[in-house]
Nanobody
């Protein structure tokens, strides 16, 4: 599975950004698509995940501000980020979990930088 992410940039606090990620390759085996981020000096953390069943999961820090959605026909996942805060600054990575018949493989996109100025 290959993942290509788009949409990062510089925005002022309180602003919005929308990230997009397109998956290609063994997309029929994808179980979940989502977003992780890594802020300066921080570990990578899960931001939002969309499972093929329709369930979603969010980090507590983004609940009510971020929304994840998928376009199954286009194998895409989107992250709408509203009311951005400086602590949301970081590199955002698209993530896919795909079933290989025995277990799950994890795939990462190239990362897109989000910078929120105060």
């Amino acid at each position: 599975v290959q993942l290509q992410a788009f949409g990062g940039g510089l925005v002022q606090a309180g602003g919005s950004l929308r990230l997009s990620c397109v998956a290609s390759g063994r997309t029929w085996q994808i179980n979940s698509l989502g977003w992780y981020r890594q802020g300066p000096g921080k570990q990578r953390e899960m931001v939002a995940t969309s499972i093929s069943s329709g369930n979603t999961d969010y980090a507590d820090s983004v609940k009510g501000r971020f929304s994840i959605s998928r376009d199954g026909a286009k194998n895409s996942v989107f992250l709408q980020m509203n009311n951005l805060k400086p602590e949301d600054t970081g590199t955002y990575y698209c993530h896919a979990e795909a079933y290989n018949g025995l277990g799950y493989d994890h795939y990462w996109g190239q990362g897109t930088l989000v910078t929120v100025s105060s």
